[in-house]
């Protein structure tokens, strides 16, 4: 009897527990707690630290998260791997030679050595080699001071030559390239990085370098005797780690360790690139392109690069006031002022207009208005018209890029109307061409058919193929409707034509159309207006 009532306490607490206790615990585990990621990093050993890395990275990477340095001249990270010039060579255990970390992968375990004996003999190795035929041209070479090549033989380099010219043939001589009037060329100093050449096919989109030749006989250039026409030539003066491919307009003119730096942004175009204005005791000697990876990353487009000469040469520094024998004749800033006042003094409002140039600064425009405004005149002009019909200007998403510059990246369809963005703004176009090559993006253009760079679908020139567009009536409608992620880039040009005011309506509900039945993001914004001069223009 005892027994029997012991076994069926037990089968009560069991029950009791598994209600009590089981079910509690069950339940929690069920919860929807938020799981973290996986991590699916690979451990690798750099001079015997262990680093983790993501999977699929370079030997040359693993090394930067490492915090240690590996030279380079080839290597650029936006560009593609070569492997060209050696220098990266890193010693890894069980490998039978150095390996050019720049083009090999990790592998988990990987034990990397930077500071080997036998990595320091390859790179000692390597620079000899490439100081061979490179010329003794540093006291007049414009790359002094900021040369790769200086701070690696310096750095990485053996403290002495075993060069003897015993056939006294000097050095390998290369006739110079005349790739136009912005890059100046010296090609006897070339060690043969192809950078320049892959950023003019990949970056740029012009195949005009190239090489040719084998061995000492290799040269780089462009095959037949032409320019390099691209918009971004200059960049390949900042690309190349030697003097080989220098700035012809700063040629002589100035060392890096004269200049001053001071941080600014390009006002030349809608885009508002990043750059450094480099000056010497008050005169712009040059401009650099600044590191911004949502706007321009790295790169400059030539008119911002080189206009700086305009602040120098042929410049109206001087007021100047027209005489009584009608001939403009320069005068002190006072008497333009007294000159100015007394001829409005003379006038009422309506008899009275003001005309701001493109490159007027934006607080500039305030004070004219406000002054105008106060003298009873609404006559206040910019080079740029924009339509004036319906909501116009008083929305704000009307008249700027609602997009930014790095959502390029994320569209998977651009329609361009009525502008030539690789010459209105080079920097947009180059981030258009990035997406299109590396991820499939689809371009269309409506308007004169222009040379882009890169292939898109033309559409033509007619503001009725818009209109078959927002109907559902042109063939391109099925690509449209798969678009997730569509852009529509308004020009400002094609906004300067008599029918602005259809141009702009039909743009924009066509934007609005594609927004609510391709069920885009609530953040992204179709509709971008993509202009021509920095008062106007917002990224």
């Known amino acids: 009897m005892n027994k029997l009532i012991l076994n069926s306490s037990k089968k009560l607490l069991g029950s009791s527990l598994k209600t009590n206790v089981l079910k509690p615990r069950t339940a929690l585990l069920s919860t929807n707690v938020p799981q973290s990621p996986p991590d699916n990093r690979v451990e690798v050993f750099v001079d015997d630290k262990p680093v983790l890395v993501e999977p699929g990275v370079t030997v040359l990477q693993a090394c930067a998260e490492a915090g240690v340095e590996i030279p380079r001249f080839c290597y650029h990270e936006r560009l593609a791997i070569a492997g060209n010039c050696r220098m990266c060579l890193v010693e890894i255990e069980r490998t039978p030679k150095p390996v050019a970390s720049c083009a090999m992968p990790i592998m988990k375990g990987m034990r990397i050595k930077t500071d080997s004996p036998a990595t320091k ?34 750095a990485f380099g053996s403290d002495r030559s075993r060069f003897t010219d015993i056939l006294f043939s ?19 100093r070339c060690i043969h990085c192809t950078r320049c050449v892959r950023f003019a096919s990949e970056v740029a989109g012009v195949d005009d370098l190239g090489t040719t030749g084998r061995g000492g006989e290799m040269q780089i250039g462009t095959y037949v005797e032409k320019l390099l026409a691209t918009e971004v030539s200059g960049n390949v003066i900042d690309l190349c780690p030697v003097g080989a491919l220098t700035s012809k307009p700063y040629a002589f003119t100035a060392r890096p360790w004269e200049l001053r730096k001071i941080s600014s942004i390009d006002v030349l175009d809608a885009i508002g690139s990043n750059i450094v204005v480099q000056h010497r005791a008050g005169d712009v000697m040059r401009v650099l392109p600044r590191l911004n990876e949502d706007i321009n990353e790295e790169w400059l487009d030539d008119k911002a690069r080189f206009s700086y000469d305009g602040l120098r040469r042929q410049r109206l520094v001087t007021p100047m006031v027209r005489g009584h024998d009608g001939l403009l004749k320069p005068c002190e800033w006072e008497d333009a002022f007294y000159a100015v006042a007394d001829k409005l003094s003379q006038v009422n409002g309506s008899q009275m207009a003001a005309l701001a140039g493109n490159l007027t ?23 740029e018209s924009f339509p004036t019909q319906g909501s116009s200007t008083d929305l704000r998403t009307n008249y700027i890029s609602n997009t930014s510059i790095n ?37 269309a253009l409506l308007g004169s058919k222009v040379n882009l760079s890169y292939e898109y679908d033309y559409l033509g020139d007619s503001a009725q193929v818009l209109e078959e567009l927002l109907n559902g009536k042109h063939e391109y409608n099925k690509l449209l409707a798969q678009a997730k992620r569509p852009l529509i880039v308004l020009g400002s040009s094609a906004l300067q034509r008599q029918d602005a005011d259809s141009l702009l309506n039909l743009a924009t509900k066509l934007s609005e159309k594609l927004r609510i039945q391709n069920g885009c993001p609530s953040n992204w914004k179709v509709f971008n207006v993509l202009h021509r001069v920095k008062i106007f223009g917002k990224f």
């Open 170 to 188: 000097g050095k390998r001589a290369v006739e110079d390239k005349n790739l136009g009037p912005l890059v100046k060329t010296s090609m006897n």
């Open 361 to 383: 600064d934006a607080e500039s425009l305030v004070v004219l208005k406000d002054l105008m405004n106060k003298l009873g005149s609404e006559n206040l002009f910019v080079e």
């Open 407 to 443: 959502s390029i990246e994320q569209a998977d369809l651009v329609l361009l109307i009525g502008t030539n963005p690789r010459y209105e703004a080079p920097m947009y176009n180059t981030r258009i061409r990035k997406s299109l090559v590396h991820n499939e993006l689809k371009v």
């Open 121 to 154: 003999k390859a790179r000692e190795g390597v620079m000899e080699f490439l100081l061979v035929n490179h010329p003794l041209d540093c006291p007049v070479c414009d790359q002094g001071g900021e040369c790769d090549l200086q701070d690696q033989a310096m």
